[in-house]
């Protein structure tokens, strides 16, 4: 269980700025199921979908950022779970990069690689895992999205979402898992007690140059393609 609840480099919940917010949020006042979904709710909504530095940045500068991916928001919701006491592991996986397209466009999208990093929170409660991938978009930017193609109900893969029910995709927790871009998994790594571990282990297939060109172009160009759409553009 201790494996579960350590503090790594990555998940840095003793940093400042994340026992600040722990305190100031109360979680640790409320009953167990209460802080989970009101920490899943924080990571989900309050930390915009966007795109990082890179995989691997801690817990409190995904904070600061105040916007994640996949694996930037699950470190974070690990963090902030440990902090307040609920355990908690990652599972890794790779998707296919189609679940991008429109957020990444153009020459970009053919350059970038087939298969892209990916992970989700699973969380312990009363000696039952519940995996909490649907933390990965924030509900504005998926609001705006459904409204974008309000003619598709099921199946959806773009924009960094991938489900078979586009209209009302399980992102909601309440005892239950919840998805977003589980349609599009096409390799699974297992499970690892951290990010570290993990991390350590696999890294998004990326060359010096193409990993330059992520950091100080892509990932621009996918942050404002992601802003146009939440704001409605």
């Not at 915009?48 to 994640?68: E, H, P, Q, R, T």
């Not at 699950?74 to 963090?79: F, H, I, N, Q």
């Not at 599972?91 to 990093?117: E, R, V």
């Not at 409204?147 to 995709?169: I, Q, V």
Request: charged share 25%; glycine share 6%.
């Amino acid at each position: 269980m201790n494996n579960y609840l350590k503090e790594t480099k990555i998940l840095d919940y003793s940093h400042d700025s994340i026992q600040k917010l722990v305190q100031e949020s109360e979680w640790n006042q409320l009953d167990m199921i209460s802080r989970i979904k009101a920490i899943y709710n924080f990571v989900r909504d309050e930390i915009k979908f966007g795109y990082n530095l890179s995989d691997n940045i801690s817990a409190s500068v995904v904070l600061k950022d105040g916007y994640g991916q996949c694996n930037t928001k699950a470190t974070l919701l690990m963090a902030l779970l440990r902090a307040t006491e609920i355990p908690n592991r990652i599972h890794g996986f790779t998707i296919d990069k189609a679940l991008q397209k429109g957020a990444i466009t153009g020459i970009w999208y053919k350059l970038s690689p087939k298969n892209i990093l990916h992970s989700w929170v699973e969380i312990l409660v009363d000696e039952q895992w519940y995996f909490l991938e649907g933390v990965i978009l924030d509900k504005i930017y998926l609001a705006k999205l459904q409204e974008k193609n309000s003619d598709c109900k099921t199946t959806f893969c773009g924009y960094g979402a991938y489900t078979d029910n586009f209209k009302n995709p399980p992102i909601d927790w309440n005892l239950n898992n919840t998805f977003i871009q589980d349609k599009g998994i096409n390799q699974d790594f297992g499970l690892f007690d951290t990010p570290d571990e993990f991390y350590e282990q696999h890294q998004q297939k990326l060359n010096v140059f193409e990993r330059f060109v992520f950091k100080n172009v892509v990932r621009h160009k996918m942050n404002k393609n992601v802003a146009k759409i939440r704001n409605g553009r």
